[in-house]
Structure formats: structure tokens, C-alpha cells
């Protein structure tokens, strides 16, 4: 962990001033107009209360959906003032802008210990075209800047790295900080043996995961459909399956280049529709048939697999297994989240990336009973990349 947190700052540093925090407040709406899902909203709690007790006055800014640079009502962040007032135990002023002189005043008005919360901050055209006039004006909005927002610290917008540029002391959240430090301790220090779980449906999307792991770990497992791209390289027949013909020479290379350390599945669970579940059942890697399509992997896949992660030290995992969201395709990803949580117990480090696979194990009921789980998808895919997330590079270093 190389870059400056909220915890590097003196209490001079935080009492009496304007803390900006850019936090991820991309939760799902209900069509009543409330929070439907406040678990990111939860995950920002710590950071927000930590700068209260020090004296700072918070000012809240985040994105919510994709509005297209201009106001919409059913993208406003004004349900979530109030559910995080009941979580913060505390009075949340809403601001309906996001920038100008109305905002500017606004966090001005701020007492010691209060909290507001600024309208979406892509009701701007010039957020995610990261514009220097834009980022000026967030400037103006704190007197220091802290990121909390992992989920958006892969995109250059101008609330994640523009204003970072410009307002400072720029540092990082607890959340932000400990998504650095359990990603980041994986990649650099990881307990071994240290093996990756990758699923989801394209190997085209984790090609570059797969590519900077490789080297770092002692094995790779992959689930999903991206499997049946390795399938079709190995000569296999795939049925129906999810397959991508310009990626197969790319699988056999991988495949190639790393030997023994790239378990593909045993077999299969196939069915000629996600909708004829009724219909699943498990084959061989080599029987799959040609009026099928595999949805999830077998259970010897299923049973290997947890065999090999109560075995390691150090797991991340990112991408589901199969269809986990229709029954009985959600066998395999439940699978692997239960030997994760064995794990844990018995002292694993178990991460798991973010996305489809965050949410699997959240609606299974496991997300706390593993070492991290991410809320950031898309960040944490490249993160593992090993690519440079504009909004962590521009905070300020130790």
C-alpha cells in the first residue's frame, strides 16, 4: 500500500475542513424510489464516519447508472441521502447539484461532524470526459480530497482523477485501502499455494487476467462458459455452448504455454436451454451433445475444485461458474463459494473479485464469511491485470 490514506492525515489536517470524498454510491433503485441494495453504501460507512469523528465536514459526490450527461430524474442520488442517514445515525443534507455556486455554498454552510451528499455526478457532460473546467469546479467543493470509490477507479472521470490533480492533500479511503491491500497483497505477497478461480462466459474479457496470473500463481481454475472456447481448442465437440471461434488459438496457446498450471473442467452440466432445467444433467468434457449447451460445470469439476482450494492459502476468484442465476446451473458457483468459506476458516486468504461473482456470493449469504469480497467488478479485473487505475495513481504516495 504505497498511497497516502485518510489515516496518514493529521487531526489539523481533518478538523473543521471540507473532506470531498468521492464515494460509490451505484446502488439499484426499487421502482418506489428507495435503496433496493445498500451494500455499497454500507461499504463507505467506515471512511465517512472516521472523517466525522475528526471534526471534518463531508461532502458527498458520486455516479449513479448512466445518464448522459444531463439530469434525469430515475438516475437521482436523493434516495440514498436518507438511507444513509439511518446507517449514519445522523441528519444527511441532500444538495440537488452537483457543482456551481448552489453546491459551493452548500458545503460551505457545513458544521464541524455534518454530512451532504451532491447530486450524480454524471448529470455532467464533463465527467466522464474527465474536463479540466469540471474538475476545477469539484476542486472548489473540499478542502482535501479523499477516494473511496474502487468500483470507479478504473475510469479517468473528473471526480476519480481530475480533481485528485488539483485538490489536496488526495488520499484514499479505509475502503479503497483495503481493497489495495488484499488485492494488491495477493498479487505481491501471497501465502502459497496461490491459485485463481476464472469464470464468466468470454475468455476474450479475462484473456489479460489469465496472461499477468499465469507467472504469479501456482494454478488456474476455469468455470463458465469461457470454458467451452478451451473445449473447442482441445478438438472437443461444444453442442449449443457459448463459444468464441476467433479466441480458439488463443486458448490452445495459453493451454500450451501453461502446462499443468490451467485446469480446464472435467465435465459438463448441459441442458438444451437455460429455461429446460429440468433437463440438466453432467457429461464428459469430450460428450457434450450437439443439440446441448454446457450451463455450468459437472460435479467432479465442482468437487476437484474444492479440493484444490482447501489445499491453498491464497484464492481469488472472479467470474461464476455457470448461469448461477437459474436453478440447477447454480450448482458449481455455490460449490466454490462453499470450499471458499471452508477456507477462510481454516486461515485462506479468499478474495473474490467483484461482479457476477461478488453478487453470487452475496445472494448466497457468504459475502462476510470470506476475506474480501470487492465492489468493484470492472476494477478489480484491472487491477489483477496489472494495468494503473487512474483514480489510485493520482492520489497522493507515502
Known sequence: MHTKTIKDLGAAELAGRRALVRVDFNVPLSDDGKVADDTRIRAAVPTIQTLLKAGARVVLCSHLGRPKGKPEAKYSLAPVAPRLAELLGKPVTFVPHVVGAEAEAATKAL?????????????????????????AAFAKLGDLYVNDAFGAAHRAHASTEGVAKLLKPAVAGLLMQKELDYLGGALEKPKRPFIAILGGSKI?????????????????????????????????????????PDRVDMAKDLMERAAFRLTIPHDATVAPAIAEGAKAHAVKRDEIPTDE??????????????????????????????????????????AIAQAMVEATKKGATTIVGGGDSAAAVEAAGLATAMSHVSTGGGASLE????????????????
Open 111 to 135: 458544521m464541524d461532524g455534518e454530512v451532504c451528499l451532491l447530486e450524480n455526478t454524471r448529470f455532467e457532460a464533463g465527467e466522464e470526459k474527465n474536463d479540466a473546467a469540471l474538475s
Open 204 to 244: 476474450s474479457g479475462k484473456i489479460d487476467v489469465i496472461e499477468a496470473l499465469l507467472p504469479k500463481v501456482d494454478g488456474i481454475l476455469i468455470g463458465g462458459a469461457m470454458a467451452c472456447t478451451f473445449y473447442k481448442a482441445m478438438g472437443f465437440e461444444t453442442g449449443k455452448s457459448l463459444v468464441e
Open 293 to 334: 449447451a454446457m450451463l455450468d460445470i459437472g460435479p467432479d469439476s465442482a468437487a476437484s475444485y474444492a479440493r484444490a482450494i482447501a489445499s491453498a492459502k491464497t484464492i481469488i476468484w472472479n467470474g461464476p461458474m455457470g448461469v448461477f442465476e437459474t436453478a440447477p446451473f447454480d450448482k458449481g458457483t455455490n
Open 383 to 398: 487491477f489483477l491485470e496489472g494495468k494503473v487505475l487512474p483514480g489510485v495513481a493520482a492520489l497522493d504516495a507515502k
